[in-house]
């Protein structure tokens, strides 16, 4: 099956600093790249994703980039806030399935 | 537009009872994904539902869990004597169902303590 590993797990960066998490797929078939942002007590939040056919999405300060040669995807976060710690999953679709499988989540810490 | 409700939030059980869990998902979506989360790790898909069908079980352990999505009402993840190792956060996700690769929306989750 298909086995994603996300580094590190654990970040911390400076108020408006960048951060930048990276997760590898090990599944050539995989075509549908979410990452969740999950909160203290909450259930995981879409924060964005990226197809197989796209190379780079960007949402204002947040940015996701995809290299399907070498099987790797990252998120970018700039100008870092406060608001913006919590624990980050990235996740793959595989082929003409649904589920999602998860990497092992990344806790980010925006310090004042 | 409410989105995916799970009830209850908070779940306690002591060994060898049952839990249910509720997952009612976004107006319009049909198609209901069950995955847990146990402490200090990811969440690993469980099973995955349209309305009346199970679609994919695997990762659903094969004795004391089942689940359903029945014509009318919530889905219900249903784990029958329970024991310390169930303990975990039970998240359920539901997409439109139109076509493949679709983006999932999570709900707040059931944390379950089994005692």
């Known amino acids: 099956g298909e086995n994603v590993e996300q580094h590190p797990s654990t970040l911390s960066v400076q108020e408006g600093d960048s951060a930048v998490i990276k997760c590898t797929y090990s599944?050539?078939?995989?075509?549908?790249f979410p990452w969740y942002k999950q909160e203290l007590g909450k259930g995981p939040q879409l924060i964005i994703d990226?197809?197989?056919?796209?190379g780079e999405k960007k949402d204002q300060r947040i940015a996701v980039t995809l290299n399907k040669t070498a099987k790797h995807f990252s998120l970018h976060i700039t100008e870092t806030q406060p608001e913006d710690s919590a624990v980050y999953f990235c996740a793959v679709i595989t082929g003409g399935g649904n589920k999602l499988t998860f990497g092992t989540g990344t806790q980010l810490k925006v310090e004042l | 537009n409410a989105g995916v409700m799970q009830n209850p939030r908070h779940l306690v059980r002591r060994r060898g009872q049952e839990a249910r869990l509720r997952c009612s998902p976004m107006?319009?979506?049909?198609?209901v994904y069950w995955y847990r989360q146990l402490p200090e790790e990811g969440l690993k898909f469980m099973v995955y539902l349209q309305k009346e069908n199970i679609i994919d079980e695997s990762g659903m352990p094969k004795e004391r869990f089942s689940a359903e999505f029945p014509k009318e009402g919530p889905s219900i993840l249903r784990i029958q004597q329970v024991v310390r190792g169930d303990s975990a956060a039970y998240f359920c996700?539901?997409?439109?169902?139109?076509?493949?690769?679709?983006?999932?929306?999570f709900g707040p989750g059931t944390r379950l303590l089994v005692l």
């Open positions: 996700a539901s997409s439109p169902g139109t076509s493949g690769r679709e983006t999932q929306y």
């Open positions: 599944d050539s078939a995989s075509n549908y």
């Open positions: 990226i197809r197989s056919n796209v």
């Open positions: 107006k319009g979506h049909s198609h």
